[in-house]
């Protein structure tokens, strides 16, 4: 499995396995099989219920802890410098571990800020090897940024072959900060998975559209987690390592770009109070 280099050291898997939309009670087994697969990056969130589920595949699979990579994420209603810290030690018997590989904060409203600081703080007590942010798009993640203390280290964003967030790029590497993909399969649409180019570029390396998506993403050194609940599909989306993008087939895939910020609509009003309302 290739790896990124994160600004404080850390290495990162580039491909994982995410379980947003994997019911609770079938999280144990998806990961189990992503990890039979040989997935070692694990992508949950507070939000999304299922990091018990996430630790007892972990715990289940005898693999040394130190060669799985778990991600996390802190949900809106848990910012607050006491709140933070205290559902960072939620998350920590949940997913039963004495560390994160890297915990985000899920999305950019309320006191970020005070939640950073309780995030700051269990890097520094070794509770956390990285952080960073998630969904902060270019404006709010500068200002973010710019006035923290620790830098984040990843953001993670939508991000595939339609929404190319080229526009943020710049910004993230002028503070050092990789960048994640969620949606990397445009959550199982046509017009990722169903794109002419990808299928015909796809054809010269006797690979899917999901594969080429998937490498593509790689390519541009962004980490990437499909998901998938079918174990066939998971072992598809991980089988991207034997095969290079040329240079003419980045350049066309860029040509794919529609929408580069994503689709989420975060200036209007009715999507916001659906986002801090959702889980509380
Ligand atoms: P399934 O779980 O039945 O495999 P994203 O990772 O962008 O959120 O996309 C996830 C969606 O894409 C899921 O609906 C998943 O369905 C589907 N999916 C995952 N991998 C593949 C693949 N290799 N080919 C087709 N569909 C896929």
Redesign the pocket.
């Known amino acids: 499995m290739e790896k990124l280099l994160l600004s404080n050291g850390v290495e990162m898997p580039l491909l994982g396995y ?1 379980v ?2 994997v019911e609770p009670h079938e999280c144990c087994e998806c990961v189990t099989n992503a990890l039979n697969a040989g997935y070692r990056l694990i992508d949950t969130a507070q939000a999304y219920g299922n990091e018990q589920g996430v630790g007892d595949a972990v715990r289940k699979s005898g693999i040394p802890r130190q060669d799985i990579f778990i991600t996390t994420k802190v949900w809106i209603s848990n910012y607050g410098e006491q709140k933070t810290a205290q559902s960072i030690d939620e998350s920590l018997r949940r997913l039963q571990t004495d560390y994160i590989d890297l915990l985000l904060l899920h999305q950019a409203y309320n006191d970020v800020f005070a939640a950073w600081r309780a995030m700051e703080k269990a890097y520094r007590a070794g509770k956390v090897r990285a952080i960073g942010v998630s969904n902060f798009q270019l404006g709010r993640f500068f200002d973010f940024a710019h006035y923290v203390d620790i830098k984040p280290m990843v953001n993670q964003l939508q991000c ?1 072959t339609t929404m190319q967030q080229r526009g943020i790029e710049s910004m993230l590497g002028e503070f050092d900060c990789r960048m994640m993909a ?7 649409g046509d017009d ?2 169903a794109n002419p180019l990808l299928k015909k570029i796809g054809e010269k390396y006797d690979k ?4 080429v998506a998937l490498r593509w993403l790689t390519q541009r050194n962004i980490v990437a ?6 174990v066939e ?2 072992k ?2 991980i089988n991207i390592f034997d095969f290079s993008l040329s240079d003419d087939d980045m350049l066309q895939i860029a040509t794919l770009n529609q929408m580069d910020v994503g689709n989420r609509q975060y200036s209007d009003p009715a999507f916001l109070k659906y986002l801090v309302g959702r889980f509380g």
Do not use: C, E, Y
Request: no cysteine; net charge positive; aromatic share 8%.
């Open positions: 995410g947003f939309l595939n969620w949606a990397p399969l445009g959550q199982g990722v998975l899917t559209p999901a594969q987690i499909p998901k998938s609940s079918n599909r998971m598809q989306n």
